[in-house]
């Protein structure tokens, strides 16, 4: 006999259990119209992930579902500089239900993300929804932040002459997906890691962001090239991107040959990174350096802003064109008008 | 040749468009990695809305469709007796994308919801997600509230003896969605407006929660048989429900007769009232009267609050079983265990 799918009242009885009421946090527990807060959080983000665009179940567990749609998340609030803190979550659920055992898989996804990102202090499932999905699994989270009332960073403070800075190596989650998708999983253990269990820069954004040599960040989770043109229009500039200077780890190099793909494409256009790209003064490079080693990790410039609009791609000086275009959840007609 | 649909960044600008920045609410408009209030807001509700479950666009259109979902979060807050704050929207949208018009459909329905509310203050969309889906449309709704430091509203303060009430006639929107369906909306279109257009009583639900004799109260979405078992599991009581006493409007027993329907399952079963249940103390009714003529709403007395757990129904003094239950997103087994 199939084990049986949850009632929407027993999935709710779930929730409770993996997150009873925090009474520092709220005034009482999940199960209300609504929830209520003790503490103020200044800053709200939201994402949504969809079965058969976002994730495909053959490849990701419903536990990595949950971790990675808290991860994106997380990486929007570190990359405006902010602490993270509680969350709602909706569930839209396939019409024939879950099982209690795949209820609990999801849930463990979302502690087991709080862990991995050290447990931050306010980071907490206070409420959400539960309904019936037309087809497959719908979960959209909103996290709030604290700026604890400092300086939080923006897209829209660019300036002319900055460097464009990552922090962490590109490409890995993007191979890790192309590995399981053919099977190979074995090649690169660390890259299907980054895929399914990505780590955002929860600690190292707020630090980044009392840095004042840090004009502008965001997060990359569509792909560099389509999240740098974002920020290049938030701060009315274009840019110069130096694909030589990617930072691709040796492993992602080596699965990408073994597959056949560019790890160059990988790095541009890999969506997912849930890694900071931060324009930074020249001059700062001292602080960012202490910054990064305190945080265990590098400072690996990019490129450069630009007074110009648009963006141009470099190779060894030479001017380049990308074969590969960052992950667009339309036909994205922008990219085209940066070249 | 058909009009193009939008692309991911036009898709934002357009809602850039409709909800421009408001630097009293926020330090910045929509269009980064999150967005930052300036003022606290202490109640959250997050609701999902999925094409085929929630709605048909045969019968509902885009507008009305944003329309309902914000109402949904509204009525949640109006039952905590908050205030509505700023809120987010995730949009996942069909494979073949929406059109200029169609995206203006929607945000159209979200600031004609706004006005039909009496454009509370804070009420303002302020950030979101825009994603594709893998099949039909689903919208969520995140809405942050202000209790004002005031109490709020719990589902789980019901004591013996009160009374349990409404303050308006039901089933009026389950008779719409009928009327919808059978092509047939020009019988009743209070009914029909009540289902594509519904109000939340977000004025009365603060007056509610300063009224002392008002014990406990919640929001109808899901229809009084699924929604009145969870007042009750909160509070760790039972109620008798008087049927010959549930207010329904004469447009709906007439509409309901010419459908073949039961105006009482359709009061009982019918969801999406966004209505305030509240059990009340029979005290209270003087104070309860005057605020129902602040408002223009009734008082209207449905049942009462007892110690045995579980829900007995009773139609002029004899005990009667109901033919129809709430919406259940799922087989809701809780339901056997209240009669």
């Known amino acids: 006999m199939p084990e049986p799918t949850l009632a929407e009242n027993d999935i709710i009885d779930r929730i409770q259990a993996a997150f009873p009421e925090r009474l520092d946090l709220c005034t009482f527990g999940?199960?209300?119209?609504?929830?209520?807060?003790?503490?103020?959080?200044?800053?709200?983000?939201?994402?949504?992930?969809?079965?058969?665009?976002?994730?495909?179940?053959?490849?990701?567990?419903?536990?990595?579902?949950?971790?990675?749609?808290?991860?994106?998340?997380?990486?929007d609030i570190a990359a405006m500089g902010c602490s993270p803190g509680p969350y709602t979550l909706s569930l839209a659920l396939p019409t024939e239900g879950y099982t209690r055992a795949e209820i609990d898989q999801l849930l463990?996804?979302?502690?087991?993300?709080?862990?991995?990102?050290?447990?931050?202090?306010?980071?907490?499932?206070?409420?959400?929804?539960?309904?019936?999905?037309?087809?497959?699994?719908?979960?959209?989270?909103?996290?709030?932040?604290?700026?604890?009332?400092?300086?939080?960073?923006?897209?829209?403070?660019?300036?002319?002459?900055?460097?464009?800075?990552?922090?962490?190596?590109?490409?890995?989650?993007?191979?890790g997906l192309a590995l399981l998708q053919a099977g190979r999983g074995d090649l690169a253990p660390q890259a299907v890691a980054a895929f399914?269990?990505?780590?955002?820069?929860?600690?190292?954004?707020?630090?980044?962001?009392?840095?004042?040599?840090?004009?502008?960040?965001?997060?990359?989770?569509?792909?560099?090239?389509?999240?740098?043109?974002?920020?290049?229009?938030?701060?009315?500039?274009?840019?110069?991107?130096?694909?030589?200077?990617?930072p691709i780890a040796a492993e992602v190099r080596a699965g990408a040959a073994q597959l056949g793909l560019s790890h160059l494409d990988l790095a541009l256009a890999g969506g997912e990174e849930y890694a900071i790209l931060a324009a930074v003064s020249p001059d700062g490079q001292e602080e960012l350096d202490a910054i990064?080693?305190?945080?265990?990790?590098?400072?690996?410039?990019?490129?450069?802003?630009?007074?110009?609009?648009?963006?141009?791609?470099?190779?060894?000086?030479?001017q380049y064109l990308p074969t590969s275009s960052g992950f667009a959840h339309f036909p994205c007609r922008d990219l085209t008008e940066n070249t």
């Open 30 to 75: 999940i199960g209300d119209d609504a929830v209520q807060l003790r503490l103020p959080f200044d800053v709200v983000t939201t994402d949504t992930m969809c079965e058969g665009v976002h994730f495909d179940r053959r490849f990701t567990s419903l536990h990595d579902i949950a971790f990675r749609c808290l991860t994106s998340n997380l990486s």
């Open 108 to 175: 463990a996804g979302l502690v087991d993300c709080a862990k991995a990102h050290g447990q931050p202090e306010w980071l907490w499932l206070i409420g959400g929804d539960v309904v019936r999905s037309p087809s497959a699994l719908v979960l959209t989270i909103t996290l709030m932040g604290s700026s604890a009332g400092k300086r939080v960073l923006r897209r829209s403070r660019a300036q002319v002459g900055d460097l464009l800075v990552v922090f962490r190596p590109l490409g890995a989650s993007a191979l």
């Open 196 to 246: 399914c269990t990505p780590i955002a820069d929860t600690a190292l954004g707020p630090t980044l962001a009392q840095c004042p040599a840090v004009h502008a960040a965001m997060d990359l989770s569509d792909g560099l090239l389509n999240d740098l043109p974002r920020l290049l229009k938030a701060s009315n500039c274009g840019a110069e991107l130096h694909l030589e200077r990617l």
């Open 292 to 318: 990064c080693a305190e945080h265990g990790r590098d400072l690996l410039p990019i490129g450069r802003i630009l007074a110009k609009p648009g963006l141009r791609y470099f190779f060894d000086s030479s």
